[in-house]
């Protein structure tokens, strides 16, 4: 199977300050990733699909401003927590879709907003 | 709206038991994913049925998909402790294009 990494993979942080987690696929080419939202004990949640060269497409709720993402390149897409909160708090998850294939998921990145 | 429901949400077991967990969804998706997933760690794809009437094994792990009842199923084995995990059923509504709408998980637990 294909290979997808995250960048950093825990990272804790102050109320109020920004943070950049990065998704690359390691061995193929992904014009679209995702990014999904996995609070404790539940399920994984579809936050937004990011294309390549073009804008993101948010999920209902999923606040743009927020959750900035940037898919600058085919084997990078990088999500920006701005001004995070202690809400904000869960693990992270992003997913780069191999044409003709399926979705490779990546390790994951925890954050901890104090 | 897509909805994919998991049942059942907890299971405990013995080992060397069997069970089915039920995965259903209301879209006319016909690709269905199985993952697992440890504590803390992210998912591992476990099979991704295609068309119905699709049957994978691997193991002690058998996934099945039956399109038009929108129906996965996912049958273990003669269980084993090293098979606790929780386990995610997802859907795409256009051929992986679109990100994936999981179920709530099957939290398994089997005990020696």
């Known amino acids: 199977g294909a290979v997808v990494s995250q960048h950093p993979s825990r990272v804790i942080c102050k109320s109020g300050t920004s943070v950049k987690i990065e998704c690359r696929s390691l061995?193929?080419?992904?014009?679209?990733m995702f990014w999904y939202r996995q609070f404790p004990k539940q399920s994984l949640m579809l936050m937004a699909t990011?294309?390549?060269?073009?804008?993101?497409?948010?999920e209902q709720g999923v606040e743009k401003d927020k959750f900035l993402i940037n898919h600058a390149s085919l084997t990078l897409s990088t999500l920006t927590v701005t001004s995070a909160h202690p809400e904000d708090s869960s693990f992270y998850i992003c997913?780069?879709?191999?044409?003709?294939?399926?979705?490779?998921f990546g390790p994951g990145t925890r954050l901890l907003v104090l | 709206e897509l909805k994919v429901e998991q049942n059942p949400l907890f299971l405990s077991m013995q080992e060397g038991k069997n069970y089915t967990i039920y995965c259903n969804y209301s879209?006319?998706?016909?690709?269905l994913y199985w993952y697992r997933q440890d504590p803390g760690k992210s998912l591992e794809s476990l099979f991704v049925?295609?068309?119905?009437?699709a049957v994978k094994q691997e193991g002690r792990l058998m996934a099945s998909l039956d399109t038009k009842a929108r129906l996965s199923t996912l049958h273990i084995t003669a269980a084993v402790h090293d098979l606790s995990a929780t386990y995610f059923c997802?859907?795409?509504?256009?051929?992986?294009?679109?990100?994936?709408?999981f179920g709530k998980g099957t939290h398994l637990i089997i005990q020696p």
């Open positions: 997913s780069a879709f191999r044409q003709g294939e399926t979705q490779y």
């Open positions: 061995d193929f080419q992904a014009t679209t």
């Open positions: 990011s294309n390549e060269g073009s804008k993101a497409t948010y």
């Open positions: 879209t006319t998706s016909d690709r």
């Open positions: 049925l295609l068309s119905n009437g």
């Open positions: 997802a859907v795409d509504d256009r051929r992986g294009a679109d990100g994936l709408t």
